[in-house]
């Protein structure tokens, strides 16, 4: 979510045997046979359907991938690879380097057009946990996503992005918690790195959990998903591991076309019923956030009608479980009103083609919403910047709703960038 598709601590446990000849732990494949991991047989059918299904319609080409070991692995590891020739030999190194080593990963090379399939091609020669599967045209990342899955093995399946890194503590951290708590989910903590257009660091940032583990009910992860969501770790896909059969049988995959949000539409429909959910607090991955390639930098047609979906469904979804109180509706007004003050930001540029009286339009649009009028009034700022930004808002003032878009727009994109960038970021 958010970008161009193509989107420390000790381990333990006598499976870490770190190295890259992917041998496989007795621990390790005594936990995949108690999940019922253990016999390549009871996937047969799920591979048939999957890849093979895909592969018949034209869109999938399995020609790269190799033999498959007759044992399936704990850990899937999809990945999907677009324009990812700078940055996909480190991260499947990044997982060669894991302690914990019963894993798989498949590539999904979706039509790209650099050295990318080259790349993952010569990993899967030299390691055998490597597949490569091809699409035959470029269908996007949710599509790419799904093809893998097609294909994972695993009893769980994690999504990471090619271009970002991987602690190598991550699998095994999974693990060892899944060991004490079995779950449906692990969610994991994750350090932002936002980098310059000239690919230097400017900032990085860290999103934490209060413990360092834990196990959340069904109960008490729902009264803790919307600081999640506040805490930017409910919408992402990849910073999460999924249980294979569970996704399966609840027919879960990724909705594709949806920009911006495929990844919490997904989320919100894994955790309507989830029964339980591991945390781990360290920041395990380190997620890379490039101003060339981040579709939340450029100007996206559908911006607002996307993430107004997005808070609309994150309403739905709290009142579908009795949590839709007052202080709900304070911090999803809150949330609503940052993506209508970006949009506002969006509409001053020249891609827009919008006129004033077009945007003055447009806003009134807004605040005749049935959702604007539920909870923009009820939203309490969590910073002074937004506090003041809220004002015009709530008094539906559309002459300063305007103005203030035109400044942020004129701070977002001249000498006043580094201070937009921070206020924006500040939670």
Same mark, same amino acid.
């Given at each position: 979510m958010g970008k161009r598709h193509h989107g420390k601590g000790e381990a333990s446990g006598a499976s870490a045997s770190r190295g890259r000849?992917?041998?496989? *732990?007795?621990d390790a494949a005594d936990a995949a046979a108690a999940h019922g991991c253990g016999d390549a047989a009871v996937y047969a059918d799920a591979d048939r359907s999957g890849t093979g299904a895909a592969e018949a319609s034209g869109s999938v080409s399995t020609a790269d991938v190799p033999a498959q070991p007759s044992t399936a692995p704990f850990f899937s590891v999809v990945l999907p690879a677009y324009g990812s020739e700078s940055y996909l030999a480190a991260a499947l190194g990044d997982l060669q380097d894991q302690l914990f080593t019963d894993w798989e990963a498949i590539v999904v090379n979706d039509c790209s057009p650099d050295g990318s399939l080259a790349i993952a091609q010569q990993f899967a020669a030299a390691d055998a946990r490597i597949r490569v599967v091809s699409h035959e045209v470029n269908r996007g990342l949710s599509a790419a996503r799904n093809t893998g899955f097609s294909a994972a093995r695993g009893c769980y399946v994690? +999504?990471?992005?090619?271009?970002?890194?991987?602690?190598?503590?991550? =699998?095994?951290?999974v693990y060892n918690l899944l060991q004490q708590h079995e779950a449906? /989910? /692990?969610?994991?903590?994750?350090?932002?790195? +936002?980098?310059?257009?000239?690919?230097?660091?400017?900032? /990085?940032q860290e999103f934490t959990f209060s413990q360092e583990s834990a196990h959340l009910g069904k109960t008490k992860l729902r009264k803790h998903v919307l600081e999640f969501e506040k805490g930017t770790h409910y919408g992402y896909a990849w910073n999460k591991v999924y249980e294979r059969s569970y996704l399966q049988q609840g027919g879960f995959t990724f909705t594709e076309d949806l920009p911006l949000i495929e990844d919490i539409e997904f989320n919100i429909r894994v955790f309507q019923d989830l029964p339980g959910l591991n945390v781990i607090g360290s920041p395990l991955y380190r997620y890379a956030k490039r101003e060339a390639g981040n579709l939340t930098s450029k100007f996206v047609p559908r911006y607002y009608e996307v993430h107004r979906a997005r808070i609309e469904m994150l309403r739905n979804q709290l009142d579908s479980w009795g949590l839709l109180d007052a202080g709900a509706k304070a911090t999803l007004g809150a949330l609503y009103a940052r993506y209508i003050l970006s949009a506002l930001e969006r509409n001053k540029q020249k891609e827009s083609g919008m006129s004033g009286?077009?945007?003055?339009?447009?806003? #009134?649009?807004?605040?005749?919403?049935? @959702?604007?009028?539920? @909870?923009?009034?009820?939203? #309490?700022?969590?910073? #002074?910047?937004l506090r003041l930004c809220l004002k015009p808002l709530q008094q539906?003032?559309? *002459?300063?709703? @305007?103005? =203030?878009?035109?400044?942020?727009?004129?701070?977002?994109?001249?000498?006043?960038?580094?201070? +937009? /960038?921070?206020?924006? *970021?500040s939670r």
């Amino acid at each position: 979510m958010g970008k161009r598709h193509h989107g420390k601590g000790e381990a333990s446990g006598a499976s870490a045997s770190r190295g890259r000849n992917g041998a496989v *732990s007795a621990d390790a494949a005594d936990a995949a046979a108690a999940h019922g991991c253990g016999d390549a047989a009871v996937y047969a059918d799920a591979d048939r359907s999957g890849t093979g299904a895909a592969e018949a319609s034209g869109s999938v080409s399995t020609a790269d991938v190799p033999a498959q070991p007759s044992t399936a692995p704990f850990f899937s590891v999809v990945l999907p690879a677009y324009g990812s020739e700078s940055y996909l030999a480190a991260a499947l190194g990044d997982l060669q380097d894991q302690l914990f080593t019963d894993w798989e990963a498949i590539v999904v090379n979706d039509c790209s057009p650099d050295g990318s399939l080259a790349i993952a091609q010569q990993f899967a020669a030299a390691d055998a946990r490597i597949r490569v599967v091809s699409h035959e045209v470029n269908r996007g990342l949710s599509a790419a996503r799904n093809t893998g899955f097609s294909a994972a093995r695993g009893c769980y399946v994690w +999504f990471p992005d090619p271009d970002d890194r991987y602690d190598f503590t991550f =699998l095994q951290s999974v693990y060892n918690l899944l060991q004490q708590h079995e779950a449906p /989910v /692990v969610m994991v903590g994750h350090v932002e790195e +936002f980098y310059d257009a000239g690919g230097k660091v400017e900032r /990085v940032q860290e999103f934490t959990f209060s413990q360092e583990s834990a196990h959340l009910g069904k109960t008490k992860l729902r009264k803790h998903v919307l600081e999640f969501e506040k805490g930017t770790h409910y919408g992402y896909a990849w910073n999460k591991v999924y249980e294979r059969s569970y996704l399966q049988q609840g027919g879960f995959t990724f909705t594709e076309d949806l920009p911006l949000i495929e990844d919490i539409e997904f989320n919100i429909r894994v955790f309507q019923d989830l029964p339980g959910l591991n945390v781990i607090g360290s920041p395990l991955y380190r997620y890379a956030k490039r101003e060339a390639g981040n579709l939340t930098s450029k100007f996206v047609p559908r911006y607002y009608e996307v993430h107004r979906a997005r808070i609309e469904m994150l309403r739905n979804q709290l009142d579908s479980w009795g949590l839709l109180d007052a202080g709900a509706k304070a911090t999803l007004g809150a949330l609503y009103a940052r993506y209508i003050l970006s949009a506002l930001e969006r509409n001053k540029q020249k891609e827009s083609g919008m006129s004033g009286s077009a945007q003055k339009e447009w806003l #009134q649009g807004v605040f005749a919403d049935d @959702l604007f009028n539920e @909870l923009v009034p009820c939203a #309490q700022a969590d910073s #002074q910047a937004l506090r003041l930004c809220l004002k015009p808002l709530q008094q539906r003032n559309a *002459s300063k709703c @305007l103005a =203030l878009g035109g400044a942020i727009h004129a701070a977002k994109n001249g000498a006043l960038h580094n201070v +937009f /960038v921070k206020l924006k *970021s500040s939670r």
